[in-house]
């Protein structure tokens, strides 16, 4: 018997994954609570799919271990199906069926028997109720999208994992998907693990993130941590040279920029003590700014940082 | 509810349609060649043996037993491994069988139910098959006894007589044994199916190595491992055309092909069980 | 994940009980046929080629193994036999003499012979354009019995189909109680072994036996092989109207080059 509550809907220790000699997954460790919002982010092949196979039961741990609901999915794959549903990409369908069919017989393979107003309000939540009686050979990516998220909605589950779910949707429908998973938490108590390589889609809806490169965790934590030590303070001088050597002296870590400006770390120095070090080195302040960066620009530099790192 | 699901996708396909279109298409050149040959062979001035091949035996039960024949051998299995390397190599690689294992359904009734269904569908094959030869036999062909003596086609040992109704009852009974026939090459391309990745490696190579075996079956030279090939035994239901049925030999040749058809299917199963859909 | 298991388990289970069902029979075959003592009342006949090959080269009895072909008919006990590639009419003569008083002998072209123990055996009378046939009446226990034996060509269909049609047909002119027809036909019509996708004008032979087997019943149909190691080419028809209690190859029996079995019939008339 699943009692809800009883095991954390998603539980990853040191988890790895080899395909013959390639490193899919390498330690990597993630614990999704219930009700939370959580993003796997990475470049393409970071092991994002990967990983969300693992959870689904269709691919097992070569080392280190994950649990769904405190299951094994390799092994408990259909117990876990009946509180958590997967939605892989490319949204894989079946193309001689209706929307409508899609959704309410993929729902009764489970047991489930909904009802057609269920099935329609499923379809009109992801803005598919016109197109309820056609042919999904007919429907483009980004429809095919839609009714992918549809047919995951019913039966509702406790957990739902969403493969690059918004890929081929345009700006205004990935406020729309970031709007029903929303309420969906809010109604339902939704727990959502999603997968995206572009943080500037989910990095407003997630309440965390785990980021991977190359298959190893790079971050975990909200995405405002990211931004932790990541702000600086770029600055300007009559004679740059003269400024860097002068902070260089004092012990603070300069990096030139590209625009002939200088950058250091944002608690280094106050603007006052700035101005006065300069002076001190023969030379006067020009402009000081506080730098915050976007959580794509923190991510990217994390990244690059990363690759830089690894031999 | 999941076979609903199967079942409607396989309504949905083009593959039934295709199927009876390509039994018809069969059965059309049958009967030109059927006309031809009882032309040809008895019309003519033929030189003088002591055959008792005449115009007599030539009508709809003979024809629709011969049509029926050829295509059980060369048109069924090919439409059987079709179907059954579609089934599992079709949704793994079109990404639909994770959509399928993404719902609280074990893989044991997911290969259970695409094996009945694909069971299914080959019996009413099987039964459209025998039904549009019979139709097309007794109406185009004619009506009459059915008279059996052997012959290139090896339908028989020995001359063999029924009457008109008791031919349509054994091709009645022909029906679900050679339905049961079908059921190794269908078990068998599911073998294959579960050890590729795209439906069409899955057909071609099932339906390649089904011709080999059926060569290998007929060729004298190795008569040997003819007990060893489920293709040795897939006409079995010919012994249903004698006049006294060899029951026994018919049973003892049918669990043949349920043995094989079972150890294909366990095969496939430990396959699909233990693999990985990554 | 035991459910899955149990399928698996089951299926392979399902498979190896069809198998033993379906298998068994080959596994433990039927003992081979053994001629035993004849009910009262039937006619045994023997049909033997009691000839032989070597190095490719064919040949008939061989002297030496004359007494050794008595001693299987004596054992036997047949009320008829027919012999083929028995080398001359001395050994026909002396075949006779070994099985003892009441036994007779006709000889045809070829080796042909038939033997009769305590029949009223007629002269042998030859088939128009056959070169190794015969057709012999005789009287058994009151029955008007007419036999015909032949030994066909071993090597072209067409001259078989004819030399087995003529002698079938010359039988059929015979009015009689029982009609036999017995001899090394030199076809093999089996459906297992005609299953060859390379094989040439099996379908002549397929219609020669046919010919025969459409007004006379072939008495050891299914009892397998006959000569060589494989191949079914000795036969015994008897008139649909008589009853086979038994009949079948009797393996054993060859000596020296030989490469036939006797094959043996009882009927029951």
Same mark, same amino acid.
């Given at each position: ?11 990853? $220790? ?54 769904? *609901?405190?299951?094994?999915?390799? #092994? ?157 303070? +770029? /600055? ?64 990217? %530099? ?10 | ?34 006309? @031809? ?71 044991? #009734?997911? *290969? %259970? ?26 109406? /185009? ?54 050890? @590729? ?7 071609? @190579? ?19 491992? #003819? ?21 026994? @030999? ?15 299917? =366990? /095969? ?7 693999? +990985?859909?990554? | 994940?035991?459910? +899955? ?28 046929? +053994? ?9 045994? $006949? ?7 090959? &070597? ?34 009419? =001395? ?25 009769? &123990? ?5 002269? =042998? ?7 190794? %046939? ?33 002698? =079938?047909?010359?039988? *059929?002119?015979?009015? %009689?109680?029982?009609? /036999? ?24 032979? $397929? ?28 036969? $015994? ?33």
């Amino acid at each position: 018997m699943d009692a809800p509550g009883d095991f954390a809907p998603v539980q990853v $220790v040191g988890l790895g994954k080899r395909f013959g000699r390639r490193r899919a997954l390498d330690g990597v460790s993630l614990e999704v609570g219930a009700g939370e919002i959580v993003a796997l982010v990475g470049p393409n092949g970071s092991g994002k799919t990967t990983l969300m196979r693992v959870l689904a039961g269709l691919a097992r741990p070569s080392s280190g271990e994950a649990r769904v *609901f405190g299951r094994e999915p390799f #092994r408990e794959r259909a117990q876990v199906m009946r509180r958590a549903r997967f939605a892989f990409a490319p949204p894989a369908l079946f193309p001689g069926l209706t929307a409508r069919e899609h959704v309410a017989h993929l729902a009764a393979v489970g047991g489930a028997r909904p009802g057609r107003a269920e099935v329609d309000a499923a379809l009109e939540l992801v803005g598919l109720a016109e197109r309820a009686r056609d042919r999904v050979r007919t429907f483009s990516f980004g429809m095919r999208q839609r009714l992918a998220l549809a047919q995951s909605l019913l039966p509702r589950p406790e957990l739902l994992v969403l493969d690059e779910p918004t890929d081929g949707l345009d700006p205004l429908a990935v406020l729309e998907l970031r709007a029903i998973l929303l309420r969906l938490r809010e109604e339902h108590g939704l727990t959502v693990l999603l997968s995206s390589h572009l943080l500037l889609e989910v990095g407003e809806l997630v309440d965390r993130m785990l980021v991977l490169a190359e298959g190893r965790p790079l971050f975990w934590g909200a995405p405002a941590e990211l931004l932790e030590g990541a702000e600086r303070i +770029e /600055l300007t001088a009559e004679d740059t040279g003269l400024a860097r050597a002068a902070l260089a002296g004092a012990g603070v870590e300069v990096e030139e920029r590209e625009d002939g400006g200088l950058s250091l770390p944002a608690q280094a120095l106050t603007l006052t003590d700035a101005a006065t070090l300069l002076e001190r080195g023969g030379t006067r302040l020009a402009s000081f700014h506080a730098r915050r960066p976007s959580l794509e620009q923190a991510l990217l %530099a994390r990244l690059r940082a990363a690759r830089e790192e690894r031999p | 509810m999941t076979l609903r699901l199967e079942g409607l996708r396989l309504w949905r396909s083009r593959q039934p349609a295709l199927a009876l279109g390509a039994v018809a298409f069969f059965l059309a050149l049958m009967l030109l060649g059927f006309y @031809t040959y009882a032309q040809s062979r008895t019309g003519g001035s033929a030189e003088f043996r002591y055959t008792y091949e005449n115009r007599s035996y030539f009508n709809g039960l003979t024809f629709a037993l011969y049509a029926f024949y050829f295509g059980f051998v060369l048109v069924l299995p090919i439409f059987a491994a079709t179907e059954g390397g579609a089934q599992l190599a079709g949704d793994t690689g079109g990404g639909t069988l994770a959509l399928l294992l993404s719902r609280p359904v074990s893989k044991a #009734r997911l *290969f %259970a139910t695409k094996f009945a269904l694909a069971a299914g569908y080959t019996a009413a094959l099987v039964g459209a098959f025998l039904a549009l030869a019979l139709t097309v036999g007794l109406l /185009l062909v004619g009506w009459g006894d059915l008279d059996l003596y052997p012959g290139v086609l090896q339908m028989t040992d020995r001359p063999q007589h029924l009457t008109q109704s008791e031919g349509l009852a054994r091709f009645a009974l022909a029906w679900p044994l050679a339905s049961v026939g079908l059921l190794a090459p269908l078990a068998f391309s599911f073998l294959v199916s579960v050890w @590729t990745r795209s439906a069409v490696n899955a057909v071609g @190579t099932a339906v390649a190595l089904y011709l080999v075996m059926y060569v290998v079956a007929e060729v004298h030279f190795f008569q040997d491992l #003819r007990p060893l090939l489920f293709t040795s035994y897939l006409t079995f239901w010919r012994e249903l055309f004698r006049e006294e049925v060899d029951w026994p @030999t018919l049973a003892r040749d049918g669990a043949k092909l349920l043995a094989f058809t079972l150890l294909f299917l =366990a /095969l496939a199963f430990r396959r699909f069980r233990r693999r +990985e859909e990554a | 994940m035991g459910r +899955e298991l149990a399928l698996e388990l089951a299926l392979f289970a399902g498979a190896l009980v069809s198998a033993l069902f379906g298998y068994g029979g080959q596994l433990f075959p039927p003992p081979p046929f +053994e001629p035993g003592a004849r009910e009262d009342g039937t006619l045994r $006949v023997v049909t033997w080629n009691v000839g032989g090959a &070597r190095g490719g080269e064919l040949h008939g009895l061989r002297d030496a193994d004359a007494p050794h072909v008595a001693s299987v008919l004596r054992a036997l006990a047949p009320d008829v036999a027919v012999l083929q590639e028995v080398g001359s009419r =001395a050994a026909a003569d002396e075949l006779a003499r070994a099985l003892g008083s009441g036994w007779e002998a006709r000889r045809g072209a070829g080796g042909l012979t038939v033997l009769a &123990r305590e029949a009223e055996l007629d002269r =042998a009378r030859r088939v128009r354009g056959v070169g190794r %046939a015969l057709v012999v009446e005789l009287r058994w226990r009151g029955l008007e019995v007419a036999l015909a034996g032949v030994h066909a060509d071993a090597f072209d269909p067409e001259e078989r189909n004819e030399e087995v049609g003529r002698t =079938a047909e010359r039988l *059929f002119d015979e009015r %009689a109680d029982l009609h /036999l027809l017995l001899g090394d036909l030199n076809l093999d019509v089996d459906l297992d072994k005609k299953r060859d996708l390379f094989s040439s004008q099996v379908h002549l032979d $397929v219609e020669t036996y046919n010919f025969v087997a459409d007004r006379l019943r072939d008495a050891a149909s299914g009892r397998g092989a006959t000569a060589e190691p494989d191949r079914r080419l000795d036969y $015994v028809f008897v008139s649909r109207s008589a009853r086979v209690e038994a009949a079948g190859p009797w393996k054993g029996q060859r000596v020296g080059t030989m490469d036939h079995d006797p094959v043996v019939a009882d009927v029951l008339p």
